[in-house]
């Protein structure tokens, strides 16, 4: 079986992501939200269906700025469920919005949302679904794992022999500050 370091290579959408996003620790809240809302609509669909989407979801979703998000009405709900360059999905996009506002409330106790992962880390990936299912909504095993290997707080999105790898080891990604990790 091909890993996703050999599958990327030289792929239009998929190489991109894996060289310059993938595995990457992120601290910036609205990157964190839009990686989370990227994975929440991934679920039933291929990851190369969501990369083709990004830049129509950024757009629908306002760059993914929190705050504005978490005000959307009903109004813009249905304005993204017309939206054909996005996932038409209305669990999907409530859970967007919602997810918004929660995050908006994890700022009010602990500063931000990178702030509050960082705090909850290191956990095992069966205690941060839990975590994760009971802080926000569409989050099960597979989105909250797939996001927690995204953005370097799970091992194992490169192979070590990937080049990549050692661009993020460089950077510390949290997976790696773990002393048994």
């Known amino acids: 079986m091909s890993s996703y370091c050999e599958i990327a290579r030289g792929h239009p ?3 991109p992501y894996h060289d310059q996003e993938y595995g990457f620790p992120i601290d910036d809240d609205d990157r964190l ?3 989370l809302v990227l994975e929440i609509n991934q679920a ?3 990851w190369l269906t969501i990369l083709k989407k990004q830049e129509n979801f950024r ?3 306002r760059g993914f700025d929190i ?3 978490a005000r959307f009405t009903a109004k813009q709900r249905e304005r993204l469920l017309k939206d054909e360059g996005i996932i038409r999905n209305r669990l999907k996009i409530d859970a967007a ?3 918004a506002r929660r995050i908006i409330q994890l700022r ?8 509050w992962l960082e705090s909850h880390h290191p956990r095992s990936s069966e ?4 975590l994760f299912k009971k802080t926000f909504v569409f989050t099960g095993g597979e989105i909250t794992g797939s996001f927690l290997l995204s953005i370097g707080y799970l091992p194992g999105a490169h192979d070590q022999s990937c080049p990549v790898f050692r661009k993020i080891a460089r950077l510390r990604p949290p997976w790696m500050r773990v002393t048994n990790a």
């Open 13 to 15: 959408f998929h190489g």
């Open 33 to 35: 939200f839009e990686r």
């Open 44 to 46: 039933g669909l291929s």
């Open 59 to 61: 757009a629908a979703f």
């Open 67 to 69: 705050d504005r998000v």
């Open 97 to 99: 919005i919602e997810n």
């Open 108 to 115: 009010k106790s602990h500063g931000s949302f990178a702030t």
């Open 127 to 130: 205690d941060w679904v839990k």
